[in-house]
């Protein structure tokens, strides 16, 4: 039994996991690209000043983006496959970049927290709220299309 039948009300599970799949992939190439453009290019103060005070976060952000453009590539292989592994393999893979991005944020907001002021705090809070929202959402939207797939495939052999 899927948790959630439909993708933000209209959208049938399966296009909503396209729509997600191909957003998820391009955006994360466009954060690759930009990020080996910013790394390749040798001009350390404009790195610093979009990004913080070392290359570090460029390095992580350079992680991130390759393992959500190996999840994006996991969620349209199994969609377009009907693969279940690959959807549940998505999930696992969003989870844990999702729970490592809630620690780097924390961090971030507990080391430096002398630099924000309480108004950017709550607007931060309220990012974080919002973003986490969405991304539970999704994910359980992406794990129903899992159990879904799940259950046609090992329906005839439960029925038998």
Same mark, same amino acid.
């Given at each position: 039994?899927?948790?959630?039948?439909?993708?933000?009300?209209?959208?049938?599970?399966?296009?909503?996991?396209?729509?997600?799949?191909?957003?998820?992939?391009?955006?994360?190439?466009?954060?690759?690209?930009?990020?080996?453009?910013?790394?390749?290019?040798?001009?350390?103060?404009?790195?610093? &000043?979009?990004?913080?005070?070392? =290359?570090?976060? %460029?390095?992580?952000?350079? /992680?991130?983006? @390759?393992?959500?453009?190996? +999840? $994006?590539?996991?969620?349209?292989?199994?969609?377009?496959?009907?693969?279940?592994?690959?959807?549940?393999?998505?999930?696992?893979?969003?989870?844990?970049?999702?729970?490592?991005?809630?620690?780097?944020?924390?961090?971030?907001?507990?080391?430096?927290?002398?630099?924000?002021?309480? &108004?950017?705090?709550?607007?931060? =809070?309220?990012? %974080?709220?919002?973003?986490? /929202?969405?991304? @539970?959402?999704?994910?359980? +939207? $992406?794990?129903?299309?899992?159990?879904?797939?799940?259950?046609?495939?090992?329906?005839?052999?439960?029925?038998?």
């Amino acid at each position: 039994m899927a948790l959630i039948r439909f993708c933000c009300c209209c959208f049938s599970l399966r296009s909503g996991m396209l729509l997600l799949g191909w957003s998820q992939a391009l955006l994360s190439l466009l954060s690759l690209s930009g990020v080996i453009i910013a790394d390749s290019s040798g001009s350390t103060s404009s790195i610093n &000043q979009l990004l913080g005070k070392s =290359l570090r976060t %460029l390095y992580v952000l350079l /992680g991130g983006s @390759v393992i959500q453009t190996i +999840a $994006a590539v996991f969620l349209l292989y199994g969609v377009y496959m009907r693969k279940s592994y690959y959807i549940l393999e998505y999930v696992k893979l969003e989870t844990l970049l999702h729970i490592a991005s809630l620690i780097e944020f924390f961090l971030y907001l507990v080391l430096e927290h002398s630099t924000f002021s309480s &108004q950017d705090i709550y607007i931060f =809070l309220g990012f %974080l709220a919002l973003n986490y /929202g969405l991304a @539970v959402y999704y994910l359980l +939207a $992406a794990y129903s299309y899992y159990r879904i797939i799940t259950e046609d495939i090992y329906a005839p052999l439960i029925q038998t």
